[in-house]
């Protein structure tokens, strides 16, 4: 046997080790998730402090590739046809172990982690629903950045001249972004003055529906027959926006227009019974209730009704509302008051046909 021929034997049991090496890491990855993994998460559970916890569930994934990581870096001291201590290898570990931990920190991050509502319980500062999202984007954005910066830092590329780069097109990409920048102001100024949140019915001249979703360029309104409408958030700002989920109370105002035939006294009672019963419904605001005789048109006079209905929502609004209707008809039925329907009355006058006076010339 040749020197040659034991080289290659060397390099098929070497092969072969680091084959078995990285299989052994794969199981050891599959354990762990399984047992270890399990085992440390319900400790943490019943500890008083939630951070830990939030760890765990934020380095699930990460944990499981970074024992991939391991396993391809220790099988290639064995691996023929891989030099361990290749400058392109290193940095591919390096890089490999950086981003496990830049992902483990983005999913912590996240707008659905406990950590946000950690700060909203023991902070004095009051996140809301809009709010929560832009910070967990922002803060992922920042350590996106980080992470690419250290990565390029580990192949040798210095990031003060990629800034320095984008110093020179500042003015190009300024033009090229001018409606991102709008839109992310845009976004600001909703933050700022709050005219609405997650889940607050709007109305604009763009859309109406409830909100879904605020992210940095736009807003995600669903219609009321179910279509996803994205208002740029720049236009959002620039227009007028009613938040029917703010109403304190809802506005009712319409005319009920009666005969002539109906008597003035009957027409009196049916005015201070419907006022008096708008006043004393459970549903209906107090602090506002008109019920006048207003005007009088061709087919009859108009009593104006104007009041607010406490409930706001749809569910609750139009169910009061109906109820008062009902009531009115009642009253209206009680004192002997017809509503005037559109119709015309034609008065057609008698006369007798007349002989005009003449010469008789027979």
Same mark, same amino acid.
Do not use: C
């Given at each position: 046997m040749n020197w040659h021929t034991l080289w290659e034997i060397e390099d098929v049991k070497n092969t072969i080790i680091a084959i078995g090496i990285l299989l052994v890491f794969l199981l050891l990855r599959r354990l762990f998730i399984k047992y270890i993994y399990k085992l440390i998460l319900g400790l943490t559970s019943k500890s008083p402090t939630e951070l830990f916890t939030q760890l765990l569930i934020a380095y699930k994934k990460p944990l499981q590739w970074l024992f991939v990581i391991i396993g391809i870096y220790i099988a290639a001291a064995y691996f023929p046809y891989l030099d361990q201590d290749n400058k392109l290898f290193t940095n591919v570990i390096q890089s490999s172990i950086i981003m496990v931990i830049v992902w483990g920190l983005f999913n912590l991050t996240s707008a659905t982690s406990l950590l946000f509502s950690r700060i909203n319980r023991r902070g004095n500062v009051h996140l809301d629903e809009i709010l929560i999202p832009f910070i967990s984007k922002g803060v992922q954005a920042i350590i996106i950045a980080i992470g690419i910066s250290m990565i390029a830092e580990v192949f040798g590329y210095g990031i003060s001249g990629f800034v320095a780069g984008l110093g020179l097109g500042g003015l190009a990409f300024a033009l090229a972004a001018q409606d991102v920048l709008a839109n992310l102001f845009g976004g600001?100024?909703?933050?700022?003055?709050?005219?609405?949140?997650?889940?607050?019915?709007?109305?604009?001249? &763009?859309?109406?529906?409830? +909100?879904?979703?605020?992210?940095?360029?736009?807003?995600?309104?669903?219609?009321?027959?179910?279509?996803?409408?994205?208002?740029?958030?720049?236009?959002?700002?620039?227009?007028?926006?009613?938040?029917? &989920?703010?109403?304190?109370?809802?506005?009712?105002?319409?005319?009920?227009? +009666?005969?002539?035939?109906?008597?003035?006294?009957?027409?009196?009672? &049916?005015?201070?019974?419907?006022?008096?019963?708008?006043?004393?419904?459970? %549903?209906?605001?107090?602090?506002?209730?008109? +019920?006048?005789?207003?005007?009088?048109?061709?087919?009859? %006079?108009?009593?104006?009704?104007?009041?607010?209905?406490?409930?706001? &929502?749809?569910?609750?609004?139009?169910? +009061?509302?109906?109820?008062?209707?009902?009531?009115? #008809?009642?009253? #209206?039925?009680?004192?002997?008051?017809?509503?005037? #329907?559109?119709?015309?009355?034609?008065?057609?006058?008698?006369?007798?046909?007349?002989t005009p006076q003449g010469n008789d010339n027979s």
């Open positions: 600001f100024v909703i933050i700022t003055e709050r005219p609405f949140t997650i889940d607050d019915w709007i109305l604009t001249p &763009s859309v109406e529906g409830t +909100v879904e979703d605020i992210s940095f360029r736009s807003t995600k309104v669903r219609t009321f027959d179910q279509a996803v409408v994205t208002v740029p958030n720049s236009t959002l700002a620039n227009e007028a926006i009613t938040n029917w &989920s703010k109403m304190g109370k809802r506005q009712v105002s319409f005319s009920l227009r +009666v005969t002539y035939d109906s008597p003035i006294e009957k027409v009196k009672r &049916s005015i201070n019974r419907i006022r008096e019963m708008l006043i004393n419904h459970e %549903g209906i605001h107090e602090e506002t209730i008109f +019920v006048h005789f207003s005007d009088l048109q061709d087919t009859g %006079g108009d009593i104006m009704l104007y009041y607010f209905t406490k409930a706001t &929502s749809g569910s609750e609004y139009h169910p +009061v509302k109906e109820d008062v209707n009902y009531k009115i #008809l009642e009253i #209206l039925k009680e004192e002997g008051v017809e509503i005037a #329907l559109p119709s015309r009355r034609l008065f057609m006058k008698d006369f007798e046909d007349e």
